[in-house]
């Protein structure tokens, strides 16, 4: 079974720059989450998908990140402009209903804005 | 006060040692305890998992959790170069399927 699939791996952008992320669910996942991961830091939820439904944006800086996940499978996450705070590693993950809500990450796409 | 609190380490020990890798948080809503490992530059997998106050075990893998200290651990026996890795305990509540994650301990086993 191919696991969660993101690109770009690695982002080098100039502040005020934007920047695309794309994901690939896991074939059958409802659910899409990206979230931000800053050095020494826990993942942090920015958005949550049911289908192509948002569930959940309420950590989304919305002045300059957008995401979308048209037909329900594949999302793009978009920042514009990027600041220097938005460095981090951007991690898709998707799941099933059910059960202990196992979230599959992918590798994650690393973003140095300079 | 964050909801899940760990100490990010580094946590060095031999080959063979028995590491404890601990978590506390505060939302008492929490039923669902997870451990996920995440190896660098890689994306977090869930190790385990458990429901609820008590123990499980799965290898040389034990979680346990209790919920009245709001207390969560994770026990490696004869640990291995390979458990090199960053440890989160991600709780999340029986409503929701979002965990909220710890920052994560870095644990170092060397040969």
């Known amino acids: 079974e191919a696991g969660v699939a993101q690109s770009p791996r690695y982002k080098i952008i100039e502040k005020r720059q934007s920047v695309a992320f794309w994901c690939n669910p896991i074939s059958g996942h409802a659910t899409l989450y990206w979230y931000q991961q800053i050095l020494g830091q826990g993942p942090k939820l920015l958005i949550q998908f049911q289908n192509n439904g948002v569930v959940d944006d309420s950590q989304l800086p919305k002045d300059r990140f957008s995401a979308e996940r048209l037909k329900g499978v594949d999302s793009t996450l978009k920042i514009q402009p990027a600041k220097l705070e938005d460095s981090a590693v951007y991690l898709c993950?998707?799941?099933?209903?059910?059960?202990?809500?196992?979230?599959?990450f992918g590798e994650g796409s690393r973003l140095t804005v300079l | 006060q964050k909801e899940v609190e760990q100490d990010p380490g580094p946590l060095s020990v031999p080959e063979g040692a028995i590491v404890s890798l601990n978590c506390t948080y505060s939302n008492s809503a929490f039923q669902y305890f997870m451990w996920y490992r995440q190896y660098s530059r890689k994306g977090p997998e869930l190790l385990m998992y458990t429901y609820s106050s008590g123990n499980k075990e799965d290898g040389r893998f034990t979680a346990q959790v209790d919920k009245s200290s709001k207390y969560i651990s994770l026990f490696i026996r004869d640990s291995q170069p390979s458990d090199s890795a960053t440890y989160l305990c991600a709780p999340r509540t029986g409503g929701s399927y979002i965990p909220t994650f710890g920052r994560g301990t870095s644990l170092i086993v060397h040969p």
């Open positions: 993950a998707s799941s099933i209903s059910g059960g202990p809500g196992e979230l599959f």
